[in-house]
C-alpha cells in the first residue's frame, strides 16, 4: 500500500488502488472485491469505479487474473509499473533576523549635537561655578520613571490581600492549609468548622476579612486557647472571638463552670434547637 501512496498516479486512480491494496497480499494480488464494495469504500459512484479501473488496466498498474470464486474480478497491483515520484524533502526555512537600523539623523543633525556639546563645555561648565565654588544643579521633582521592565514592588499584594482572595474563593481548609500551616490539623479543622456553622446559625456569617483575622489570631496563640476562647464564644453566644478573655482559661474551666473540652458540636445543637422553638 506503502508503494501506492508514493507514486504518482491521478487522485482519482491512487484513491481506487489504494481501496484494492488495501485488500492485497504482500505481492499484490488477491485482490477481489466488487465494485460495490469498492464504490461504498471510497464514495465514487459504481460507474465511476468501474471506468477508473478500466484506465488502471490499461496502464498495467493492476492486471486482471480472471475471476473470483465469488463472482468478482481478481486482480493483481503490479508495482513495477506504478509511475515514480519525486521523494518528500522537508522545506528549508531560512531563519530570519531582525534588522537594526542606524537612528535617523536629520540633516543638520550632527552639526546641531557637536554645537551643543561646545555650547554646554563654554555655558554649563561656567553656570555650575560661582565664586569658585562647585554649585549642584537643582533635583528634578518630575518622578522617575522605571526602564527595569519589572513590576514595581508597591503593586504586588500584601500577604493579607492574598488570603482575603484565597479566603474569597477557596474553601476554608483550603484556605488553612496553604496560609496556616500549624492550625492544619484534623482537631482545629474540625473546630474551626463548628465556628463557621455557629456564625450562619446565629445569622452573622463570616466574611473574608473577618475570617483572616480570626485566623491569623488562632495562629498566634495556638491550638489549645483557640479551643477555649472558640468554645467560650459559642457558650455565651457571642458573635465574635473575645481574646481578653484569655486570663480566665484556667484549669480547663470556662467562666461558667463548665467545662472547656464539652463538645463544642453539642452546644451547637442546643443554640439551633433554642433558635428553633
Sequence with gaps: MMEVYKSDLPKNQKAIALAYADHADDTGNNIFPSYDYTAWKTGYTRQSVISITKKLVESGVLKHRGFHESGTNHFQ???????????????????????????????????????????????????????GKTV???????????????????????????????????KPYELIAEFYPELNTAEFLELWAEWVDY???????LTPNSTVRQL??????????????????????????IWEKLNQHKNGRSPNGQSSNQSALERLKKIRGANNE
Design 77 to 131: 497491483i503490479i508495482v513495477e509499473n506504478l509511475p515514480d515520484r519525486p521523494p518528500f524533502e522537508r522545506s528549508k526555512k531560512k531563519k530570519r533576523g531582525i534588522k537594526i537600523l542606524p537612528p535617523k539623523i536629520e540633516k543638520g543633525g550632527s552639526k546641531n549635537l557637536t554645537e551643543g556639546v561646545k555650547k554646554f563645555d563654554s555655558e554649563g561648565s561656567k553656570n555650575l561655578t560661582e565664586g
Design 136 to 170: 549642584l544643579p537643582k533635583p528634578s521633582l518630575e518622578p522617575s520613571i522605571e526602564t527595569s521592565g519589572e513590576p514595581s514592588r508597591g503593586n504586588q499584594p500584601t500577604l493579607h490581600q492574598l488570603k482575603i482572595e484565597k479566603a474569597k474563593k477557596a
Design 199 to 205: 456564625r450562619k446559625t446565629i445569622k452573622n456569617k
Design 216 to 241: 491569623n489570631k488562632c495562629q498566634e496563640h495556638g491550638f489549645d486557647k483557640s479551643k477555649y476562647i472558640i468554645e467560650l464564644s459559642m457558650e455565651n453566644d457571642w458573635k465574635g472571638l
